[in-house]
């Protein structure tokens, strides 16, 4: 039985006997290409293939050998289930009451007393705007 093992960078052909392991595989990829046992996994039509399970059981003739290279690292700290949750950790605060905006004339009135009544002029002549603590 002929199997065809596919990396990233390379493919090639392995010649299988009805005995031939997953781990047989292995064995040839570290013999002809020098890859590590624990830095990858086998895979044949999306099903991972365990060392020690038998080709034979679980792979057609001339099927494809998929090899996947294993992700290096983990998380960083904290739980990974408690991620994106911050609406639902941030205590809830009842809205207070606020008095109530002026309106018409007295709305008008704080308008002009803003624009031209008080008029503070800083460094350049330039006005500070309303939020401004300038003196």
Do not use: W
Request: with cysteine; hydrophobic share 30%; aromatic share 8%.
């Amino acid at each position: 039985m002929q199997y065809i093992i596919s990396t990233l960078s390379l493919t090639c052909a392995f010649q299988a006997n009805k005995y031939s392991s997953a781990r047989d595989v292995k064995d040839y990829l570290k013999l002809t290409h020098d890859l590590d046992f624990n830095d990858y996994y086998l895979s044949s039509s999306g099903r991972v293939i365990d060392d020690s399970e038998a080709l034979v059981l679980n792979c057609l003739n001339n099927a494809t050998l998929t090899v996947n290279f294993r992700l290096r690292g983990g998380k960083v700290h904290g739980s990974l289930a408690s991620a994106g949750k911050v609406k639902s950790s941030t205590p809830k605060i009842d809205k207070q009451e606020k008095p109530r905006k002026k309106t018409g004339r007295a709305k008008r009135r704080i308008q002009y007393n803003r624009r031209f009544g008080n008029v503070s002029l800083s460094f350049g002549g330039r006005r500070k705007g309303p939020n401004s603590n300038k003196k």
